[in-house]
């Protein structure tokens, strides 16, 4: 290690923290950076990654804190070091570069630009040796052949601004049930009957994925759809990829039986899943789903929630320079820890002496059966196993406690919080667990008083007491999602009002005039190589899936034509794709379903409004919009309001005369 500090040790990102004392001098990406690239008309090096990358982390051991690489770097290089979290926008257009380069992509991602930031050469993960080598010949290319970098820097900066074009389209008829089944069908053939998920390895968990199959199962009554979603819901609770006994999902499995954990924990995956589970139970009331999500919240309120209230973005893979070293067990301390029942916890959780996976005499915990089968099996009460599984828990995570903890990436990101904050108000609804809607109140609200630009606008960091990037389309299209999820838990309206203004924020700010859908880069963001949008539903949805869902609904609940139009515009345009690689798009898919099937827009009027509400909530209506009150300034219920409890059903702009009890209200519905 440098005794000296590089450029990096002024940083808000744990991630850039980690490489400041590397001997490569460092750069943030910044005006600074970038005007000396220009005044001595260097290369740029962009290394992009983020805390919780095991990848990431080999290639700084074993190249940036070499001295020999590192003076190849320094001398032909102006180094800029990324992550990816914080500025997803320079990830994105040299991600993009890389996949247009070799047909994949990934991090570490290594990109080499010319001075102007246009990229001539990238890959991923480079061995210290092959390094070196690229490094030289780039370098060598750049001061022999310039005209070369430039040819390569002109198609390839093309491709970037031309991957991804959108397309107006014109809607010309009514979607229907035949539009789903199209997109549907072919995705099914990519089903794991067996292991549950898709036929390939590794596996993600994808919630959004399974969350359009719960739903589109749901509505359509298609029984494989349902059946596969659950099956793989199941599946992924019992495996290795969920801490079984602290909570929390890993990033993916790397095998093809959820067995083996990449271990880091995101709090984006477990955002979603908690919001998975909680819906999947509401659907199918299988104590498993409650089980997850309430363990996994109670993971975040244990180990991921800061002083702020706000939550932290990741748990390393790594301790003691071990991926996965933290939750692992021999079979020795298993049996130490839960001495009694040991010989039936072993059982329970798949622990042997000899181990069960690669690592010798090592165990990572995993569930074959649920607890209804393995009590039958055993022939013993469920009750007498669950409190016997409930004191092993404790004993294991108080044992663990007090192992070297995995490295935490302390920065709390907008849209990752909002992807809590949601789930957390969801599970509020649905658990009847008032701590729940506290903690998602108390993130809210932090955000938006101490998260707000000059201009209104939102932060998308904040560490450390401090503030500093502007927001992407991602901050505002969650924390908008996040602000209608909490009013759909006490219906105060002021969460409708501020998502209504971030709303006229983004319209303002991130309008493209050539298409439907928005930047990813508010204007007066500084300029990269090329201003893209977010088209695709990956890991995360897409920030214009989120935006055209929360225009749908706010369209509906403010009476907003505009916001509506603007909605339909921008699923017409990515209509076409959807049945091209359905899992690819699976947020636009739930939008398209609720234009097939309907949004109930439900009014609850009377001063008893909340145990009609409740009562509604024991029924799964997946296409559902829900507002009530007794004094609401809403077009749906200003003119309603009454003593009485009346509920009104009303789809597209229409709505049925009100009936008193919620058995007449689901009537109407189905």
């Not at 005044?39 to 080999?58: M, T």
């Not at 968990?205 to 509505?219: A, D, M, Q, S, V």
């Not at 029942?341 to 090592?362: R, S």
């Not at 908008?480 to 009013?487: D, K, P, R």
Request: with cysteine.
């Amino acid at each position: 290690m440098n005794l000296e500090p590089n450029e990096l040790i002024k940083s808000s990102s744990p991630y850039l923290l980690q490489h400041a004392y590397n001997p490569v001098h460092w750069y943030e990406w910044g005006e600074t950076a970038l005007q000396i690239a220009k005044d001595e008309n260097k290369l740029i090096l962009v290394s992009i990654g983020y805390s919780a990358c095991h990848w990431c982390h080999v290639m700084e051991r074993e190249s940036f804190e070499n001295h020999e690489v590192a003076e190849v770097m320094n001398q032909h290089f102006v180094c800029i070091k990324v992550d990816r979290e914080e500025r997803p926008d320079i990830d994105q257009v040299y991600m993009l570069a890389v996949q247009l380069m070799t047909g994949s992509g990934g991090w570490p991602l290594n990109c080499i630009c010319l001075p102007d930031q246009r990229p001539v050469y990238g890959g991923t993960y480079f061995q210290k040796n092959d390094w070196i080598n690229v490094l030289t010949h780039v370098a060598a290319l750049w001061a022999q052949e310039p005209e070369k970098a430039l040819q390569y820097a002109d198609r390839l900066t093309e491709g970037v601004i031309n991957a991804e074009k959108i397309i107006p389209n014109v809607k010309t008829a009514d979607y229907t049930a035949e539009d789903l089944k199209e997109i549907v069908a072919p995705w099914k053939r990519s089903f794991d009957m067996s292991e549950g998920g898709y036929n390939r390895a590794p596996k993600f968990p994808l919630p959004n994925n399974w969350l359009f199959l719960l739903r589109y199962g749901h509505l359509a009554e298609d029984q494989s759809a349902s059946m596969a979603t659950l099956f793989t819901l199941e599946k992924m609770a019992l495996g290795g990829i969920y801490d079984q006994i602290g909570g929390g999902f890993a990033r993916y499995s790397v095998d093809d039986r959820w067995h083996v954990p990449h271990f880091e924990k995101m709090l984006y995956d477990n955002g979603q899943l908690i919001s998975l589970y909680t819906e999947a139970y509401a659907a199918t009331r299988l104590p498993l789903f409650k089980e997850v999500a309430e363990e996994c919240i109670a993971w975040l309120q244990r180990e991921m929630t800061s002083p702020e209230g706000l939550f932290y973005a990741a748990l390393d893979a790594d301790s003691e320079g071990v991926e996965g070293k933290f939750y692992v067990w021999s079979g020795d301390e298993f049996e130490v820890t839960t001495e009694g029942d040991h010989l039936l916890l072993a059982e329970y959780y798949n622990v042997t002496e000899e181990g069960n996976w690669e690592e010798e005499h090592t165990n990572i915990l995993l569930r074959r059966v649920t607890d209804e089968e393995f009590a039958a099996a055993k022939g013993i009460p469920l009750e007498d196993l669950q409190m016997k599984v409930k004191l092993a828990k404790e004993k294991l995570l108080q044992y663990r406690s007090l192992r070297v903890r995995p490295g935490l990436d302390d920065k709390c990101l907008t849209a990752w919080n909002a992807m809590a904050i949601k789930a957390l108000a969801e599970s509020t609804v649905i658990f009847k667990d008032a701590t729940y809607m506290a903690m998602a109140k108390r993130a809210a609200d932090f955000i938006l008083s101490a998260m707000r630009t000059p201009d209104a606008g939102l932060y998308r960091n904040y560490k450390s007491g401090k503030a500093s990037i502007s927001g992407f389309l991602d901050d505002y299209a969650f924390f908008i999602e996040a602000l209608l999820a909490l009013y759909a838990v006490d219906f105060d309206e002021k969460w409708l009002s501020e998502a209504k203004n971030l709303t006229e924020y983004v319209l303002s700010n991130f309008n493209d005039p050539n298409t439907p859908m928005f930047f990813y880069t508010p204007s007066g963001n500084e300029t990269l190589i090329a201003r893209k949008h977010e088209i695709m539903d990956n890991v995360i949805p897409a920030s214009n899936s989120v935006m055209a869902q929360n225009l749908q609904t706010l369209g509906l609940l403010f009476d907003e034509d505009s916001y509506l139009a603007k909605a339909s515009a921008m699923l017409a345009a990515v209509k076409p794709q959807l049945k091209t690689y359905g899992s690819a798009y699976s947020n636009w898919a739930i939008q398209l379903l609720n234009e097939v099937y309907g949004l109930n827009e439900i009014a609850i009027s009377g001063v008893e409004h909340q145990a009609a509400v409740e009562a509604l909530n024991e029924v799964y209506i997946p296409n559902k919009i829900t507002i009530a009150g007794t004094n609401s300034s809403l077009p749906l219920l200003k003119d309603k309001q009454s003593i009485e409890t009346k509920i009104y059903i009303c789809r597209n702009k229409v709505c049925q005369l009100p009936v008193r009890s919620v058995e007449e209200a689901i009537k109407l519905i189905n």
